[in-house]
């Protein structure tokens, strides 16, 4: 199970922090994720980090903003968001893979385990 924590309001131009944390396995070997679903709008891919060399990749709407990390001896996983904009409120997803190809990597069906979602909203 993954378990996404940090969300809450913050006024645009703050800064928040995500974690994920998995109970019961280790995210050693799985490619992480940070997805985000908006009202009415499909989930999107927000970053993600690799288990083979640990480089992130990130959408083009948050790099420069929002950093990606990952620690497998704790197995967690966080995102952090500076520079919020109105726009980045949605519900995030922390999600993992364990087989996923490099075509894949910003596809939501690619990723065997989620978690519930965290709320961030962005104040204008």
């Known amino acids: 199970q993954l378990q996404a924590s940090g969300g809450g309001l913050v006024q645009a131009g703050g800064s928040l922090r995500l974690s994920c944390a998995a109970s019961?396995?280790?995210?050693?070997?799985?490619?992480l994720g940070w997805f985000r679903q908006a009202i009415g709008k499909e989930r999107e891919f927000v970053a993600g980090?690799?288990?083979?060399?640990?480089?992130?990749f990130y959408a083009d709407s948050v790099k420069g903003r929002f950093t990606i990390s990952r620690d497998n001896a704790k197995s967690t996983l966080t995102l952090q968001m500076n520079s919020l904009q109105p726009e980045d409120t949605a519900v995030y997803y922390c999600?993992?893979?364990?087989?996923?190809?490099?075509?894949?990597?910003?596809?939501?069906?690619?990723?065997?385990?989620w978690g519930q979602g965290t709320l961030v909203t962005v104040s204008s």
């Open positions: 019961g396995r280790t995210f050693s070997g799985y490619t």
């Open positions: 999600a993992a893979s364990r087989t996923i190809i490099l075509s894949n990597l910003r596809v939501p069906s690619a990723y065997n385990y």
């Open positions: 980090i690799r288990s083979t060399n640990s480089n992130p």
